[in-house]
């Protein structure tokens, strides 16, 4: 089964009306949307192996959380490993930008939340 993308930056999402960002802000009036949301949250956990129990919508949101980061520094690394492998001793600085570039990006949503 393949992992659907979660989408955690507001420059890939708008959590209030995007169903498939992890912040998405559930109406609270809309038992449809709620159910549909609780759903998309357990699937997402599911795929990764994260046991759901209960109802504990911020919890599942945070393991989610923990668990793209972790594929995000996995995929970084086995990028790495693929330039290692080659036999590349210097990797051109625009490659390492590349990489970089979601990660900056993440950064100044967070810090743009945080303000």
């Keep these: 089964m393949e992992k659907t993308k979660l989408c955690m930056d507001h420059m890939q ?18 038992p449809g949307k709620q159910r549909q949301y609780y759903q998309f949250l ?11 129990h209960g109802s504990q919508m911020e ?5 989610l959380r923990v668990s ?3 594929e995000k520094y996995i995929s970084f690394l086995e990028r790495v490993r693929g330039w290692h492998n080659e036999g590349r001793e210097s990797v051109p600085l625009g490659e390492v930008v590349e990489l970089l570039i979601p990660c900056i990006l993440h950064l100044e949503n967070r810090i ?4």
Excluded at 44 to 50: N, P, T, V, W
Excluded at 59 to 63: K, M, T
Excluded at 112 to 115: F, V
């Design 13 to 30: 999402a708008n959590k209030e009306t995007d169903m498939s960002h992890i912040d998405y802000i559930v109406p609270v009036h809309d």
């Design 42 to 52: 357990a699937r997402e956990c599911i795929l990764r192996g994260i046991r759901v």
């Design 59 to 63: 919890e599942w949101r945070s393991l």
């Design 68 to 70: 793209t980061s972790m």
């Design 112 to 115: 743009g939340e945080k303000k």
